[in-house]
């Protein structure tokens, strides 16, 4: 798998727990990034466990060693269309991901994630 990759949530998560496939299928990765959107799903995930401050270096020092790309005004503007479109078409997806959607869209970058929701007839104008 080569190309430019936005890693979801879930994908950071099995990384984190060294899933060999999802490691396998990175390796080969031409560029990947981060939503600031993950990042704080993962923050929170680490407020609300056993290790907080243990999980909160882990994320610290994921988040410095990887390009977490953040929200702007663009990034809004897609979301609203995205969610627009999502509703119209009676599929309501969660809040975040339509954010991680946006973002991808608008660095034009392949989502990576486990969600089966995030077909391409979900995000027609995403590369999925």
């Known amino acids: 798998m080569s190309g430019k990759f936005l890693l979801d949530t879930n994908i950071i998560i099995a990384l984190f727990a060294e899933d060999p496939i ?8 031409e560029e990947v990034f981060v939503p600031c959107i993950a990042i704080g799903e993962l923050y929170f995930g680490a407020y609300k466990s056993l290790k907080i401050q243990e999980n909160l270096t882990r994320i610290d020092e994921f988040a410095l060693n990887n390009t977490v790309l953040p929200c702007d005004t663009d990034t809004a503007k897609r979301y609203g269309d995205i969610k627009n479109r999502l509703k119209e078409k009676g599929q309501p997806i969660p809040e975040n991901d339509i954010w991680i959607a946006a973002i991808a869209q608008q660095y034009a970058l392949t989502l990576i994630t486990m ?7 979900l995000y027609p104008s995403l590369s999925l």
């Open 115 to 121: 969600v089966e929701e995030a077909s391409g007839s």
């Open 22 to 29: 999802v490691q396998e299928r990175l390796i080969r990765a």
